[in-house]
T-cell receptor
């Protein structure tokens, strides 16, 4: 099955700037997720998105974060005013069901300077 | 609190040897999954074991699950240099939109 595609692969932004991370999952899946991984740390859940609505979000996912599925295929994560501690790898994922686990994108490395 | 803790944190073996990684978790789970991550890359799903299963095989991978001890192990047999990566366990819990809660990971180094 086709992979999940994330763009850009690497983004450098200045503190306080807005960034939009993009993911192209596959349109016939209903469950999508964003996770992040700070360098050297474990992968952390940010938000799950079901049927075009947020179904669950973590404490990390504060008012600075938002998700959208603007055109039925792309899935975006927006960080309104980036902070240094937002520097991390951000992964998009979709759930396949049937015992096949989740498919993760290759990630976007966000560096806030 | 951390749902998943893995040990060892790092493991170095020679090609051809078996590698065993362990994962412990705290709450009741729906299923437990293992993922591999090559340095700086995305996560690749390896295998999923449901809470009512005790053992599962996939190629050179063998996963066990002991729900009474809240632990799982991943065995990679006849390891290869290409198996060098970080390995994470991740659990899903009923009623939480199936989000994954990841462990801290084991860094496996397979040398020639």
């Amino acid at each position: 099955e086709p992979e999940v595609t994330q763009t850009p692969s690497h983004q450098v932004t200045q503190m306080g700037q807005e960034v939009i991370l993009r993911c192209v999952p596959i349109s016939n899946h209903l469950y999508f997720y964003w996770y992040r991984q700070i360098l050297g740390q474990k992968v952390e859940f940010l938000v799950s998105f079901y049927n075009n609505e947020i179904s669950e979000k973590s404490e990390i996912f504060d008012d600075q974060f938002s998700v959208e599925r603007p055109d039925g295929s792309n899935f975006t994560l927006k960080i309104r005013s980036t902070k240094l501690e937002d520097s991390a790898m951000y992964f998009c994922a979709r759930r396949q069901g049937g015992g096949y686990g989740y498919t993760f994108g290759s990630g976007t490395r966000l560096t806030v300077v | 609190s951390q749902q998943g803790e893995e040990d060892p944190q790092a493991l170095s073996i020679q090609e051809g040897e078996n590698a065993t990684m362990n994962c412990s978790y705290k709450t009741s789970i729906n299923n437990l999954q293992w993922y591999r991550q090559n340095s700086g890359r995305g996560l690749v799903h390896l295998i999923l074991i449901r809470s009512n299963e005790r053992e599962k095989h996939s190629g050179r991978l063998r996963v066990t699950l002991d729900t009474s001890k809240k632990s799982s192990s991943l065995l990679i047999t006849a390891s290869r240099a290409a198996d060098t990566a970080s390995y994470f366990c991740a659990t899903t819990v009923d009623g939480t939109a199936s989000k994954l809660t990841f462990g801290t990971g084991t860094r496996l180094q397979v040398t020639l």
